[in-house]
C-alpha cells in the first residue's frame, strides 16, 4: 500500500455520538445495528454524515473490505487517479464495488443499507463541533468523559502537564486526543465534572462555545509552512481578541494559502492570506466557487475586526 497517496484517507467509528462524522474520506466505516446484528456499513469518496452508505459486511470482515478496497483501488486506478473520488469520476461505482466483492469471502450486504440512513447528530459547520465541548455520558453509571478544546490545536508542554494531572487526580490517568483537536478525559466521576472543566479552563483551554476562539479555524501559517503568506495563528489570536472586544462570536477560518488544509469545507466567512497580515475576505455562497463572494481586499486583521464590528451595529440597527 505505499503506492497509495499520503492523503488517501480511511474513517472507522463505532457508531458512537461523539465521532469526527463531517469530514471526508476515501473509505469510511461506521457501525449500524440492523435487526440486532452489528454491521459495518461503508461508503466511499464521502462521509457518513452527509452519504448513505452503499453497503455494509458483517463486523468480523471488516479487516477484510479495507484490503479489498485498498487492493481494489491499486488495481483500477491510474496513476493521476490518487483518491477515490478521482476513480469514481471515471469508473461506474458499481463495477467497483463488484471488484471489492471478489475479494472478499462474505457477501456485501445491499439491502440491508438501501434508503437506511445512519442515526447521525445533526450536521456541523466548520469550527468546533458542539460535541468536542463538554460533559458526557458513559456507559458506566456515574462515570463522565469532560472535554475541552486546545486554542488553535496548540497544546503547549504547561497545559499538557495541567491536563495530565487533572486526569490522574480525577479520572483514571487516560487522555484522549479529538479529531476537533480537543482533549477528553474519560472516567471522571460525574459529581467532579465540575471541577475537571474548571481545571482545564485554568491551564488555558477552551470550554464553551461563546468564547471567539471555539469557532476559529487556522492552518499552520507561514510560521510552519513554506507555502504559507501570513502567520495564520498569530493573527487568528489577534482577532479573537479583537472580536470578544466587540461581543462578537464567529465562525471564521484564516489559511495562508488558497490549499485551504485546515478546513475540509468551505466555511461562512474565509481570510484568505495576501501578504504578512494581510488577507482578502469571502464570505461563503453556494452560487460561487471557492470561498464564496469576496467581501473586502487586502485587509489587516485590525480591519477585519473593525469590518465585523461595522456589520453587527448595522445588523442591529436594521
Known amino acids: 500500500f505505499h503506492d497509495l497517496s499520503p492523503k488517501f484517507a480511511l474513517s472507522l467509528d463505532a457508531g458512537e455520538a461523539l465521532v469526527m462524522r463531517e469530514h471526508p474520506h476515501d473509505l469510511w466505516l461506521s457501525a449500524l445495528e440492523v435487526d440486532g446484528e ?14 448513505a452508505p452503499l453497503a455494509a459486511v458483517a463486523l468480523a470482515e471488516g479487516h477484510a473490505l479495507v484490503i479489498a478496497v485498498l487492493d481494489a483501488f491499486l488495481e483500477s486506478a491510474r496513476p493521476e487517479q490518487t483518491r477515490m473520488r478521482h476513480l469514481l469520476a471515471a469508473m461506474p461505482i ?22 437506511r440512513a445512519l442515526e447521525l447528530p445533526n450536521p456541523v459547520g466548520p469550527g468546533l463541533p458542539a ?4 460533559v458526557y455520558q458513559q456507559s458506566v453509571a456515574g462515570r463522565v468523559a469532560v472535554g475541552a478544546a486546545v486554542p488553535l490545536g496548540r497544546l503547549d508542554a504547561s497545559m499538557l502537564r ?8 480525577w479520572g483514571d490517568g ?7 483537536q480537543s482533549v477528553l478525559l474519560p472516567n471522571v466521576c460525574g459529581e467532579h465534572a465540575s471541577t475537571v472543566m474548571a481545571g482545564l479552563h485554568a491551564a488555558g483551554l477552551i470550554c464553551n462555545r461563546e468564547q471567539p476562539l471555539a469557532n476559529i479555524i487556522a492552518c499552520t501559517g507561514s510560521a510552519g509552512c513554506v507555502k504559507g503568506l501570513a502567520d495564520t495563528k498569530t493573527d487568528a489570536f489577534k482577532l479573537a481578541v479583537l472580536l470578544e472586544h466587540h461581543g462578537l462570536n464567529l465562525p471564521v477560518h484564516l489559511t495562508a494559502c488558497s490549499r485551504s488544509c485546515a478546513a475540509a469545507h468551505i466555511a461562512p466567512m474565509t481570510l484568505l492570506a495576501t501578504r504578512a497580515g494581510h488577507y482578502d475576505l469571502y464570505f461563503r455562497d453556494t ?5 464564496g463572494a469576496l467581501r473586502a481586499r487586502d485587509l489587516t486583521i485590525e480591519a477585519v475586526g473593525a469590518l465585523f464590528a461595522a456589520d453587527s451595529r448595522s445588523s442591529t440597527d436594521d
Open 38 to 51: 452489528v454491521l459495518l456499513a461503508f461508503g466511499l469518496a464521502g462521509c457518513p454524515g452527509h452519504d
Open 94 to 115: 458499481e463495477e467497483f464495488l463488484q471488484a471489492v466483492g471478489r475479494r472478499l469471502i462474505g457477501p456485501l450486504r445491499r439491502q440491508a443499507c438501501s434508503h
Open 131 to 134: 460535541n468536542a465541548l463538554g
Open 162 to 169: 495541567a491536563v495530565a494531572q487533572l486526569a490522574a487526580q
Open 174 to 180: 487516560t487522555l484522549r486526543l479529538t479529531p476537533w
Open 287 to 291: 452560487q460561487q466557487p471557492g470561498f
